[in-house]
């Protein structure tokens, strides 16, 4: 039934789009692969730790930056847009249909978004996908979204201190390890009797140090270069379904959801307040982006320092933070660069930028996707076999090449069609009915 | 756009209680108290599904496994689902008939993420790690888009997913079946003192753990272990350890089985309602010819499986030799509809109306009597209340679910009297609409004849 009612409800037009969210979900598409990058082209165990082979000079700051301004920022922007994005869609699609139409293909669209995100988890093997993630999150989004501002930033901020207890917990889980396990050490050095429930606590410590230990480590990345290298497409997908497996439902429902659910509903607000539509002066956007950048970077700055100086022991992070401030500072920083990018895109200097950015943008989906696809078969052993051969720095070097053929594809793709290729095979599939996609010619 | 939501729950009223379906009431009663019979051991006994364990090879334990794996697991589950997906099209129905717009689907999303949070009550703090309410809501989330497909479309969709779930089961029999050969022939040479290579000898090591994982003396030993931990545990040491079951259950049961199996069963529910096979609108010989295939083919094959397994110590890398392919879900399909036929059939018939009426309060209070189970059973079991866990026998903790069962038919026949819902469905309800719900019911509530909508007794599937 739903299907042929397909006929009287249109895709949303060109012309309907806000440039400057287009812009931004662009500059946070390609920002992604920064994080990205060290996941699919070594051991995950090195994609954070600088200290296993010992890195220095331009790959340590590759890491120092990239950890410092970039991490978690790009996926809050881009779930912020999400939410956003979402709601935009259902109020246009409400404007045009009535009944229930809107929730149909609002809930026909994450399907085969979930469907997507299983495909380029289980078939393109891109282990961190985030589609599955969305799709999932999305379902529990509908109801939220006509909440007012404030509703909607109580209700993120309840989300986000759910994801802050859960790190704490594991600092606090860490650090008793330790203190316990030092204590019976300091025990049985004295050679005083210790009880079974001691001896316990000894062995899980002993066993914590042993897996942050950076030979361990070393040896554990090695031996998995060596095998994805080797793997066929059989052995790699069936490793990858494994590594999925469990972060798909353990990670998934304990973090993910939740983190998302945050930001969807953050980026609503911010929305709905008009600040993620540039509407707001240039001068809130300053103290915006003082504010974020001067909560977010201090923090991050000092953690990053703090870990990289105990050499990235989980046991000892208590004595920096005894409450984890992860998403605080993730919040500050995402702001951060939401302020620059807003007062420049005002300022008017750098439209070919935010027009470069904006075309991106508007193909978000197939460029997620070909992300995966290019770096899987570049860094896997069916494809190029480059897992764990290139140096930190050097992976950067392929991200900015990515970089510039996303930038090129989509202009060049974006002045003929409608819709990037994804974009409009998932459409069509929503709709199910084939979408226009060339472009008039003028 | 900034209408809050809370504000329109003035004008969207609840279902009244003259527009619900008595037999469907019934259904959802008997299935809820039937769901107990299988998870009553999961509830007190370690290694619940192995009567080997405990040495229950004949008499009163043996026979109550037997009885419950022939004819109830997996089928109560069954009718509880199709119930649910019948369930949510009605409510969606009778909402899209009062509102306008995305109301209805906004109701539904509330109701829904409200069932989640009390799912991870029942699983997180009342701990009942096999709670069903977190895996209904997250399934709930994904059968809105499917609710005006046609009937046979439905099934096509419930026959794919179902059809998933048996290749993987059957897939993973055969090669527990070739590790057995394989692990067989490696121990002769061993035996011979042959030279084994490397992957012989990896081989041999997972054929070994495999023995060694149906082992009766190591599943004693466990069970004996669990026991004493579950006895003796207080809240705090209970809530972590059953925390880690539910988040292991994620992994490996909920999302990569329940949430197809459960949205399969969702779907033939809605097919059957609106093909009028739920609401007991077609004729006696329809009824009677879907419980003879149902009961024909589902028993006796079942029967023959169990025998099997049971006989084979409960040796799932023997489960080939019975059929090669694993036959559990066509089964417990066969046999959910051979139940339900009987239960109309007795209902078309009018007889035992006393007890169509009991198990009716007991199924429109469903929610607040699942969850009471939960708490009941764990209360029982758990250390922290009186500590049953692994010391009562199987045919013992039947007289358990008897007990309970007697309990609920009573406190729903009492409760339903006085009030319009169960007192969970009535807080349920009042956070969705976010406004307190009536409760108490009116004196001799009159019920205008024609006053509700829609008349769904004489729904056709037209209506799709």
């Not at chain 1, 993120?156 to 759910?162: D, G, L, N, P, R």
């Not at chain 2, 007795?346 to 035992?352: C, H, P, R």
């Not at chain 2, 009042?430 to 509530?445: C, D, F, G, M, V």
Request: charged share 15%; net charge positive.
């Amino acid at each position: 039934m739903c299907y042929t009612c397909a006929m009287v409800i249109a895709p949303l037009a060109r012309a309907e789009r806000i440039s400057l969210i287009d812009s931004l979900r662009g500059f946070a598409l390609l920002g992604i692969l920064l994080m990205n990058m060290p996941f699919f082209s070594g051991p995950y165990l090195l994609s954070d730790n600088p200290l296993i082979l010992q890195e220095t000079g331009l790959n340590y700051w590759c890491w120092w930056v990239v950890r410092v301004f970039f991490d978690g920022t790009m996926r809050g922007m881009f779930s912020m847009l999400f939410g956003a994005g979402t709601f935009l869609l259902i109020s246009r699609l409400e404007q045009k249909n009535s009944g229930l139409l809107p929730a149909d293909i609002y809930y026909r669209r994450l399907w085969w978004l979930m469907l997507f995100g299983l495909i380029d988890g289980y078939i393109i093997l891109w282990p961190g996908d985030i589609l599955l993630t969305y799709g999932i999150t999305g379902l529990l989004f509908f109801p939220f979204r006509n909440l007012k501002t404030r509703g909607l930033l109580l209700f993120s901020a309840v989300f986000m201190v759910i994801c802050s207890i859960q790190s704490t917990l594991h600092i606090q889980d860490a650090a008793k390890v330790r203190k316990e396990g030092m204590e019976v050490a300091a025990r049985k050095a004295k050679h005083k009797s210790i009880t079974p429930k001691q001896k316990a606590s000894l062995e899980t410590w002993t066993k914590l140090q042993n897996e942050q230990n950076l030979d361990t480590l070393r040896k554990k990345s090695d031996s998995l270069g060596v095998q994805y290298r080797r793997n066929d497409y059989v052995a790699q997908q069936k490793e990858i379904s494994g590594v999925k497996v469990y972060l798909e439902t353990k990670e998934l429902f304990t973090t993910w959801i939740w983190e998302s659910l945050a930001f969807f509903l953050f980026g609503l607000a911010l929305f709905k307040a008009g600040i993620l539509t540039g509407k707001k002066s240039p001068l809130f956007y300053v103290v915006m982006g003082a504010l974020g950048y001067a909560v977010g970077a201090t923090l991050r700055i000092q953690s990053t320092n703090f870990t990289y100086a105990t050499a990235f022991d989980a046991s000892r992070l208590i004595e920096l933070e005894p409450v984890s401030l992860y998403q605080v500072s993730r919040i500050g920083m995402t702001l951060g660069h939401l302020s620059v990018l807003v007062l420049l895109y005002k300022t008017g200097v750098f439209s070919w930028v935010f027009k470069a950015l904006a075309n991106v943008g508007q193909m978000a989906f197939t460029n997620y996707l070909s992300q995966s696809l290019i770096c899987t078969f570049l860094f896997f052993g069916y494809g190029f076999g480059l897992f764990g051969l290139l140096q930190r720095y050097q992976t950067y070097g392929v991200v900015v090449a990515i970089w510039v053929f996303q930038l090129i594809f989509s202009a060049i793709w974006m002045r003929y069609f409608l819709f990037g290729p994804l974009e409009w095979v998932w459409r069509s599939l929503t709709y199910w009915e084939r979408q226009p996609i060339l472009r008039a010619k003028r | 756009m900034d209408t809050g939501w809370y504000h329109c729950a003035m004008i969207i009223a609840p279902a009244a209680r003259g527009e619900r379906i008595s037999l469907i009431d019934s259904l959802r009663g008997f299935a809820l108290l039937g769901i107990l019979l299988m998870n009553m051991p999961v509830f007190s006994i370690p290694e619940y599904n192995n009567p080997l364990v405990a040495g229950e090879l004949s008499g009163a334990n043996y026979w109550c496994w037997w009885l419950v794996d022939v004819f109830f697991e997996g089928s109560m589950r069954g009718i509880f689902c199709m119930l649910f997906g019948a369930g949510s099209f009605l409510l969606l129905s009778r909402l899209t008939l009062k509102n306008a717009g995305l109301l209805p689907a906004d109701i539904y999303y509330r109701r829904i993420i409200y069932l989640i949070l009390f799912g991870l009550l029942d699983a997180y703090v009342f701990l009942w790690f096999g709670d069903i309410l977190f895996l209904y809501g997250l399934t709930a989330l994904l059968f809105f888009p499917f609710r005006n497909v046609k009937p046979w479309g439905l099934v096509a969709f419930a026959g794919i997913f179902l059809t998933l779930l048996i290749i993987k089961p059957t897939l993973k029999m055969h090669e527990a079946a070739k590790l057995r050969k394989e692990g067989t022939k490696i121990e002769l040479m061993q035996a011979k003192n042959t030279y084994l290579k490397p992957e012989q000898k990896e081989k041999l090591a997972e054929w070994t753990k495999f023995k060694t994982s149906i082992n009766l003396d190591s599943l004693k030993k466990e069970a004996d272990y669990l026991g004493v931990k579950f006895r003796t545990n207080n809240y705090f040491a209970q809530q972590k350890e059953i925390t880690r079951w539910n988040i292991e259950g994620i992994a490996g049961r909920i999302f990569p089985v329940g949430i197809l199996e459960t949205l399969a069963y969702f779907f033939i529910g809605l097919a059957f309602f609106k093909w009028n096979i739920l609401t007991g609108k077609r004729s006696y010989v329809f009824y009677i010819i879907c419980g003879a295939l149902g009961y024909g083919i589902g028993v006796p094959i079942r029967i023959l499986y169990v025998n099997h397994i049971f006989n084979t110590g409960m040796d799932f890398s023997r489960a080939a030799e019975f059929l090669p392919v694993n036959m559990y879900q066509p089964i417990r399909f066969l046999i959910t509809l051979g139940h339900i036929s009987l239960v109309i059939i007795v209902f078309k018939l009018g007889w035992v109306t006393w007890l169509y009426k009991a198990l009716a309060n007991v199924g429109q209070m469903a929610f607040t009597n699942y969850l009471s189970q939960s708490l009941i059973c764990t209360f029982l079991f758990f250390g922290y209340g009186f500590g049953l866990y692994g010391t009562l026998q199987r045919y013992q903790t039947y007289e358990v679910v008897a007990a309970i069962w007697v309990f609920q038919v009573i406190f729903s026949a009492v409760w339903m009297r006085y009030f319009l819902f169960g007192p969970l469905e009535w807080v349920w309800r009042s956070l969705t609409y976010w406004e307190r719900q009536p409760l108490l019911r009116a004196r001799k509530h009159p019920v205008k004849p024609g006053s509700h909508l829609p008349v769904v007794q004489d729904y056709t599937p037209a209506l799709s």
